[in-house]
Nanobody, 124 residues
């Protein structure tokens, strides 16, 4: 059974940093693209960042470019991180990890598996 489990969310102040982690299990994800999305109540889930199966190529939403960094663990390719710096109140959302069996970037429909989400709250 494929499972994605996110962790690392919490309540922080504007300007602070957080690191989210996603651990994938149930199969080998070394050939999967991995992504992070976020969602606030009443809005559609939006793309945040994605990383290729090699970790070489990364993609970001304009709203987080330069502040967030996605990476795959060098020790275990089934673990993906989202380093979030200079957090803003508008980054407040539930953050979801996703895995795609093939090339995927910005579209949520391209992803095959999803985690349950971890909440990030940024106070002003």
């Amino acid at each position: 059974q494929v499972q994605l489990v996110e962790s690392g969310g919490g309540l922080v102040q504007a300007g602070d940093s957080l690191r989210l982690s996603c651990v994938a299990s149930g199969r080998t994800f070394s050939r999967y693209f991995m992504g992070w999305f976020r969602q606030v109540p009443g809005k559609e889930r939006e793309f945040v960042a994605a990383v290729s199966w090699t970790g070489t190529n990364t993609y970001y939403a304009d709203s987080v470019k330069g502040r967030f960094a996605i990476s795959r663990s060098s020790a275990n390719n089934n673990i993906v991180f989202l380093e979030m710096n200079s957090l803003k109140p508008e980054d407040t959302a539930v953050y979801y990890c996703a895995a795609a069996d093939g090339p995927a970037r910005y579209m949520s429909g391209d992803y095959d598996y999803w985690g349950q989400g971890t909440r990030v709250t940024v106070s002003s």
